[in-house]
């Protein structure tokens, strides 16, 4: 089971604001369990706190923007992106302006102090969100389009394509995390030449510089103009008539703006709150459409509270019902887990096949068989006896009795042919002998039941 993370420590970074051009200091603190990420605008007299998630991003222009009423801080997608990549779920970060500073103009500042700090592991179980089909959302006036897949990790593919004779059409793929510092976390944001004097209009990119941005030359301008365009960035006069990338650091991959894109693609996903098991498949991607398959990535999450498991009938089961009939006392007709899927240290997966042969369909009922509503609670019931039992170190000197059953729902019913799987998890550490514990029943991603039941541990006389 993998637990939630945050950082063993606290760490600083300064440096210029892009846009502002304010000299700034964001500050990177540990957080407890379910924190998730947020900002702390430690500048105003309020110090207004804003979670960083995608219904907070009130602008992406040219950066992510949050805000919380009248606080807003941008170009956080680097800073998010190093967090995300490292498996860190929980991190308060306070800033004194409205954004962050852009440092070289990549992650790799971030990744370092991470790797200075370290990480440290909590209690809590990571909370993945596991794609089971294919999601995708287009932009049909920009060409844009991020699809969804499932996959047993999360990894990227950032195709990107310009109408440039510089920076025409490239990709970049991240098919393990564990690769970021070294493939990623380097590359830098870039800006078209043809772009920069809008940017300046607009008040943005008042801190932009050729130490902290490639900036691409693609269309010959006058030597006068180029050289004004120069001054107003403050970077020295170049030859007007030699196209290409501008900065004072080569480039660090021939590539190198597909993977600052793959970069911002991470930055913005950690808005989603949760980490996700998927590939996603970027293509011309950008911080608006970036922020809109966020902002459907958790409505899609918040739709399903509680996800069903992934059952592969072909894998081979932690505990067959041989194993289960020695742990549990009960024998038919009110034996009702076939078999045990997955088992951690706070929760529990089992399997239960409904047949028409099941006894209880003669009564209930002979013309429209349904399961009994409370077979469905004993049968989460035994899953959860099953994991208090794992908790002790001779299981079968043990029976688990239940003493309450708290919250019980039934949301559809059970017929012959379904394949209930039943989630059950530890609500609380074990104390006493006393459990407590939470149970979900699925047919397919569908809750079919849920109840809250409190258990004790007893040994056998």
């Not at 602008?59 to 949050?66: N, W």
């Not at 920009?142 to 510089?166: A, R």
């Not at 001779?394 to 019980?408: M, R």
């Amino acid at each position: 089971m993998f637990k939630q993370k945050t950082l063993k420590g606290s760490f600083s970074l300064c440096g210029k604001g892009l846009h502002t051009g304010l000299n700034l200091t964001v500050t990177f603190y540990p957080a407890p369990e379910n924190h998730g990420y947020k900002i702390k605008r430690i500048d105003l007299p309020e110090q207004t706190v804003i979670d960083a998630i995608a219904e907070n991003v009130v602008d992406t222009q040219r950066g992510t923007v949050l805000a919380n009423g009248n606080a807003r801080v941008s170009t956080v997608e680097h800073a998010l992106a190093a967090l995300y990549a490292h498996g860190i779920d929980n991190c308060l970060m306070e800033v004194n302006g409205p954004e962050f500073p852009i440092l070289d103009g990549s992650a790799i500042e971030y990744v370092n102090k991470i790797q200075q700090i370290g990480l440290e592991e909590q209690n809590a179980p990571k909370d993945f969100y596991v794609i089971h089909k294919k999601t995708e959302i287009r932009d049909e006036k920009t060409g844009s389009c991020i699809t969804l897949l499932p996959d047993e990790e999360f990894s990227i593919t950032s195709m990107i394509s310009f109408d440039s004779s510089v920076l025409a059409s490239s990709f970049a793929t991240l098919d393990d995390m564990q690769n970021f510092d070294k493939e990623i976390a380097a590359s830098r944001t870039f800006v078209f030449v043809r772009e920069i004097q809008p940017l300046l209009n607009a008040g943005l990119i008042k801190g932009g510089d050729l130490d902290n941005a490639i900036v691409i030359y693609e269309n010959k301008l006058p030597q006068e103009q180029f050289d004004k365009l120069a001054d107003l960035i403050g970077t020295s006069h170049l030859n007007a008539d030699e196209l290409g990338y501008i900065q004072t650091k080569p480039l660090v991959w021939k590539n190198e703006p597909a993977r600052h894109k793959l970069l911002d693609i991470i930055g913005d996903m950690a808005l989603i709150g949760r980490p996700i098991k998927g590939r996603i498949i970027a293509t011309r991607p950008g911080h608006t459409i970036n922020n809109k398959f966020a902002r459907l990535m958790r409505k899609e999450i918040r739709m399903h509270e509680v996800q069903a498991p992934v059952y592969d009938p072909n894998k081979e089961p932690v505990m067959d019902i041989k194993r289960i009939l020695d742990l549990l006392p009960h024998r038919f007709p009110m034996q009702l887990v076939d078999k045990v899927i997955e088992l951690g240290a706070n929760y529990i997966i089992g399997v239960k096949n409904v047949t028409n042969n099941e006894p209880f369909f003669q009564g209930h009922f002979p013309k429209e068989p349904v399961m009994p509503g409370v077979l469905q609670v004993e049968a989460m019931a035994q899953c959860g006896g099953l994991l208090a039992l794992n908790s002790v170190d001779d299981p079968d000197s043990y029976s688990t009795y239940f003493l309450k059953i708290d919250g019980v729902k039934f949301r559809q019913k059970v017929v012959p042919g379904d394949t209930l799987l039943f989630r059950v998890e530890l609500t609380s550490p074990l104390r006493r002998g006393i459990a407590s514990l939470k149970g979900y029943t699925f047919v397919g991603e569908t809750i079919v039941s849920e109840a809250c039941f409190t258990a004790q541990i007893a040994k056998n006389k």
